[in-house]
């Protein structure tokens, strides 16, 4: 079957520290954590910005944490503060927070996959 696979791929500046941690990651520090998305449909939809089914899925969609903190992202805040006590700051449990946190935001039946990084050289990828 034919389908779309959509990539996109922004950056936000947050600050966390790994609850009892033994070293410096259990200190609070800053990353510019880079996230990409990948959303794969085999159908087109409307969005809420768009009448017309012609997108897998709207950008501004995708993109919701990478707007400030006050106004619903993860940008310049903290992330230990942000994220619901059964989610650790951890790049992992973060992709599995910015996962769940969009899929409540894109069509149903979008298949989604969630990588962040904290560092150029590490990356950590979710999905179901
Ligand atoms: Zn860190």
């Given amino acids: 079957m034919s389908k779309w696979k959509l ?27 880079t996230v990409r998305l990948e959303a794969t449909s085999s159908t087109l939809h409307a969005s809420e910005h768009c009448p017309h089914p012609v997108m897998v899925a709207d950008f501004k969609s995708l993109r919701w944490a990478k707007k400030d903190v006050t106004k619903g992202g993860l940008d310049h ?5 942000i994220l619901p ?23 149903e039946g ?3 996959k969630v990588a962040v990084s904290e560092t150029p050289n590490s990356w950590v990828e979710y999905e179901e």
């Fill in 85 to 107: 006590d059964n989610y650790e700051t951890t790049a992992e449990m973060i992709a599995q927070y910015i996962y769940d946190e969009t899929k409540k935001r894109i069509p």
């Fill in 77 to 81: 805040g903290i992330l230990n503060d």
């Fill in 7 to 33: 990539v996109t791929e922004f950056t936000f500046d947050s600050a966390h520290y790994i609850r009892d941690y033994d070293g410096p990651c259990g200190r609070m520090h800053g990353h510019t954590y």
């Fill in 110 to 112: 979008v298949q989604l």
